[in-house]
């Protein structure tokens, strides 16, 4: 059974579906019969949680040993801690406890689990508050074990379904996610963002009338349901050809991205983790022009402090020293809010107490990079200076701008602010009327006139008060939009680690009299 959506990330993935939330409302239960066969018996008297436990603790030691064999030592390190967690005997009969008490077994394990995570963030060693997380992740684990989930206790890839995937549902199973399919959002949504980053393919529109461990290929917007034997190996054949074509543009790491006329275009990466670090520098970047803040709180019950902003800081900015690094305070999202945030009133900025301890922990973990910060979704001069304030004079301040309203009050934006960042995702959103979750919302919308006239702008401003302007959206990695970028003066792009050697291998084709012929005649 064939299903087409809307793309939201481009590639081709083999795996096999995993539900996040509930099920279609259809009798999908059938291809779950045995999957969690034994972990339900026994359940009163602790037995099958603990053989649940079990599971979890089994598969991740397995996953961390096959991490390790590849090279990957720092997330192995990872998913080995997590497996000691599963095995931890406190945490167990803390379960087990809950579950004499009289809750259900996902209740007592989800008790439990939300009991010693509490703890472990409230302490004041970072490193320890910073494995509350984990512990959490470890709960959901043991709960799907029980409910006898593939995604928990199946090994091999997943293509991850559910009615509105979160950039955290994709970042919770990274090591193992071959593709995702989301009944909504858009490509602009900050899951298809998190998915094009990690380099697989995303898709929404799309509800699969299927259970938990079905078979599938996700080529693109295209999901294929228990696939032929011919078509599975198309799929694999296509990600062979990828993977050779991915080769190649690497080969060309140690070239200068510098146009055939000799133009430099300084090539910056969008980054949230350890791992995106790490690969930005390996190829090639000149730092990160984006750092995002928000995603390991997606979860949190509150606004992090400044011992879980170090916490979650120091492993992400640790491979950029010596390089730039441009951190974004917290930025949360319609399609990215936490839970202490849902359902409220959120004018888009933390209270200023939560700034001010995000803040110092930038100061703190950035002094061996090239450390920069901004603000996101600047609409005035006055929010610069205001949060300025809060910063050492010596660590340059900067202002994303996302609306009309920034482009409006870019001549006393660009006064006020050290540098311009473009977000051309929340820019091409505001100026063309679209929702941010709207599949007409793409990246090559900030080709559309009205927008890369702002664009131009914004450029033009940077350039009368002597600041440097970059583009972070994800339109700086946009084949179609990239030389209309060039062509309005924009000199520094930031991309996502996995589209910096394309992105390099165009700039070298491109000529700039070229570029500002074609962004004069669209703008004419």
């Keep these: 059974m064939n299903y087409t959506g809307v793309l939201g990330a481009p590639g081709v993935g083999v795996g096999r579906i995993r539900w996040v939330g509930d099920h279609p409302p259809s009798d999908v239960d059938g291809g779950n019969e045995g999957a969690g066969a034994g972990l339900s018996s026994g359940v009163g008297d602790g037995t099958g949680l603990l053989a649940a436990f079990d599971v979890v603790a089994a598969r991740l030691r397995k996953r961390a040993d096959a991490l390790r064999a590849d090279g990957h030592g720092e997330p192995a390190d990872i998913v080995a801690t997590m497996a000691l967690i599963a095995d931890d005997p406190d945490l167990r009969g803390a379960a087990t406890a809950?579950?004499?008490?009289?809750?259900?077994?996902?209740?007592?394990?989800?008790?439990?689990?939300?009991?010693?995570?509490?703890?472990?963030?409230?302490?004041?060693?970072?490193?320890?508050?910073?494995?509350?997380?984990?512990?959490?992740?470890?709960?959901?684990r043991v709960v799907a074990a029980l409910h006898g989930d593939p995604g928990a206790t199946v090994d091999g890839p997943v293509i991850l379904a559910g009615h509105e995937l979160g950039a955290d549902d994709l970042l919770e199973v990274a090591d193992d996610l071959a593709g995702a399919v989301s009944q909504l959002g858009g490509p602009n949504a900050h899951v298809a963002i998190v998915a094009r980053a990690l380099g697989v393919p995303l898709a929404f529109g799309i509800t699969p009338d299927a259970a938990d461990g079905v078979p599938a290929v996700l080529d693109g917007a295209t999901l294929t349901l228990d696939p032929t034997a011919a078509q599975e190996r198309a799929a694999r054949e296509a990600m062979r050809a990828a993977a050779r074509h991915r080769a190649d543009l690497a080969a060309g790491r140690t070239l200068p991205a510098v146009t055939r006329d000799g133009q430099t275009i300084t090539l910056l990466a969008n980054l949230a983790t350890a791992e995106e670090s790490r690969a930005a520098v390996a190829a090639g970047a000149e730092g990160a022009g984006l750092v995002r803040t928000e995603l390991p709180f997606l979860t949190a019950p509150g606004w992090p402090d400044e011992a879980a902003h170090l916490a979650a800081l120091r492993p992400v900015l640790g491979p950029l020293a010596g390089l730039t690094a441009t951190v974004r305070t917290l930025d949360f999202a319609p399609d990215k809010l936490p839970p202490f945030l849902d359902g409220r009133s959120y004018a888009g900025q933390p209270p200023r107490d939560a700034l001010a301890d995000q803040l110092r922990a930038i100061v703190a973990t950035g002094s061996r990079t090239r450390l920069r910060v901004m603000l996101p979704m600047v609409q005035s001069a006055t929010q610069v200076h205001e949060i300025r304030a809060l910063l050492p004079a010596d660590v340059p301040f900067g202002a994303m701008v996302e609306t009309g309203a920034a482009v409006e009050a870019i001549d006393e934006i660009a006064a006020a602010a050290d540098f311009l960042s473009i977000g051309t995702n929340d820019l091409s959103a505001s100026l063309l009327g679209l929702g941010r979750l709207d599949p007409a919302l793409t990246p090559a919308r900030a080709a559309d006139p009205v927008v890369l006239r702002a664009?131009?702008?914004?450029?033009?401003?940077?350039?009368?008060?002597?600041?440097?302007?970059?583009?972070?959206?994800?339109?700086?990695?946009?084949?179609?939009?990239?030389?209309?970028?060039v062509g309005v003066g924009c000199r520094i792009l930031s991309v996502a680690p996995s589209a910096l050697d394309a992105v390099r291998a165009q700039i070298r084709t491109l000529d700039t009299a070229e570029c500002t012929a074609a962004a004069a005649a669209l703008l004419s």
């Design 98 to 140: 809950e579950l004499a008490a009289g809750r259900t077994p996902a209740e007592a394990v989800t008790a439990a689990a939300s009991t010693y995570a509490d703890l472990l963030a409230a302490l004041p060693d970072p490193t320890l508050a910073g494995r509350a997380a984990d512990v959490r992740q470890v709960g959901r």
């Design 455 to 485: 664009i131009a702008a914004t450029v033009a401003a940077g350039e009368r008060h002597g600041r440097p302007v970059s583009v972070c959206g994800d339109a700086a990695a946009d084949p179609h939009a990239i030389p209309l970028l």
